[in-house]
């Protein structure tokens, strides 16, 4: 595989402690601080979407993933694909001597690697492949070395999101999956109340022809959610192998993902680590709450203060699981809900009239890291998501003492 390697952006920061020891005054050609009279020029200067940039992956090539050689009487099929529209495609497919007595879709997973096992499960049952004796409907049937088989792949159905141009900011893209800097406001996928207009409907656009056929629907794979009002970065699927792997790591807790917020009051202590089982309110659908052990879904969040600001904080919290709203609830339930959270949070005196101020109109949280193995490649890959202007400025004007 080529190496990929993203020009660094630089990262709106606040202090030099929070960016590790950036030099703020070099990249940006400017003074630190961001409070005061300051703060206006700040904001003409920079600019309103700054892109993320990928801060780690090895140099040296990783070990080039290992194909199955096929016995197929067609041309290589790594071309695959599920773009709406597309004519059906037909795969024919030997099973070698190491596959005696493997189930028959283990065997065409292994064969067809650009098809999940479980969708090949779906074509099995549905009649599209043949066999030595015809049509085989059994997933479980146990294969012999030499039997030929045929696969039938039948284009994607169309998905009901309709392809929209929506801007996107783009990170880091391959044949695979691609990453995504979501901005504040933008719904991740189409729901009541937000049937269009959503990252999927311009996720539908921007992959055009190139889209994963998962579950035989051509849509972009959503691996996870990030809320409506929080912005920063999220992988999306564009093959099922690659949806697959990267689901297996969200299950086992092994995507490192770090977010910035603020919250009000500096938390005491500065760090800790916060469990307590999700599950829907009763007194309200639209919320979360934190339940009874085994009523729920189980959620973990570590944080840390990383800058005590004017009767609030700016902090880093990192998940050991992801749960819906999960650092909004957990923040909450020590006392420190997120500023501008229209759920769960509180804004008094002086922090509400900064909110006003600013215009401030969503929680202050910012998905600023993720990591994970590339499901492919296994290269590993971390992504870093500068703070967005709005969040700076908060940062900024609670950093400024009034009384003075």
Not at 124 to 152: C, H, Q
Not at 295 to 312: E, S, W
Request: proline content about 6%; some cysteine.
């Amino acid at each position: 595989m080529a190496d990929h390697c993203l020009a660094a952006a630089p990262r709106l920061a606040v202090d030099a402690e929070q960016r590790r020891g950036i030099d703020l005054e070099r990249s940006f050609g400017m003074h630190r601080d961001v409070s005061g009279r300051n703060r206006a020029r700040h904001r003409a200067e920079l600019p309103q979407q700054q892109p993320a940039r990928l801060v780690r992956m090895p140099v040296a090539r990783i070990g080039e993933h290992r194909r199955r050689r096929l016995a197929c009487n067609r041309p290589p099929h790594d071309h695959i694909g599920y773009g709406m529209g597309d004519e059906k495609s037909i795969v024919c497919v030997d099973v070698d001597g190491g596959m005696a007595g493997w189930r028959l879709d283990r065997a065409l997973a292994a064969l067809v690697p650009t098809l999940s096992r479980e969708r090949l499960k779906g074509l099995i049952s549905n009649g599209d492949v043949a066999g030595p004796a015809g049509l085989s409907r059994d997933p479980a049937k146990k294969v012999a070395p030499g039997e030929a088989f045929t696969v039938t792949i039948p284009p994607a159905r169309p998905s009901h999101s309709q392809a929209q141009d929506i801007p996107l900011v783009v990170v880091f893209e391959d044949d695979h999956l691609l990453i995504v800097d979501k901005p504040a406001g933008l719904v991740v996928h189409p729901a009541a109340g937000n049937l269009d207009g959503t990252l999927v409907n311009a996720l539908l656009h921007h992959c055009a022809g190139k889209l994963s056929g998962i579950g035989g629907v051509a849509r972009p794979g959503i691996v996870h959610r990030i809320d409506k009002d929080t912005s920063g970065l999220l992988v999306v699927a564009k093959t099922d192998p690659a949806h697959e792997g990267l689901s297996r790591q969200f299950a086992a807790h092994s995507v490192e993902r770090v977010y910035t917020a603020i919250v009000a009051g500096v938390p005491a202590p500065s760090a800790g680590r916060i469990e307590g089982a999700l599950a829907r309110s009763s007194a309200n659908r639209q919320k979360m709450a934190i339940v009874a052990d085994g009523r729920g879904k189980h959620a973990v969040t570590h944080f840390r203060t990383v800058k005590p600001l004017l009767k609030a904080a700016q902090i880093e919290c990192r998940l050991e699981t992801g749960r819906t709203h999960q650092i909004r609830v957990h923040m909450a339930s020590i006392g420190h809900p997120l500023l501008g959270d229209p759920f769960y949070g509180g804004a008094k005196g002086n922090q509400r009239a900064v909110l006003d101020e600013l215009n401030f109109r969503r929680q202050a949280l910012h998905a600023a890291t993720l990591g994970f193995i590339h499901p492919i490649t296994q290269a590993k890959l971390s992504f870093a998501s500068a703070l967005p202007v709005d969040i700076v400025d908060l940062i900024g004007r609670l950093s400024v003492d009034d009384s003075k």
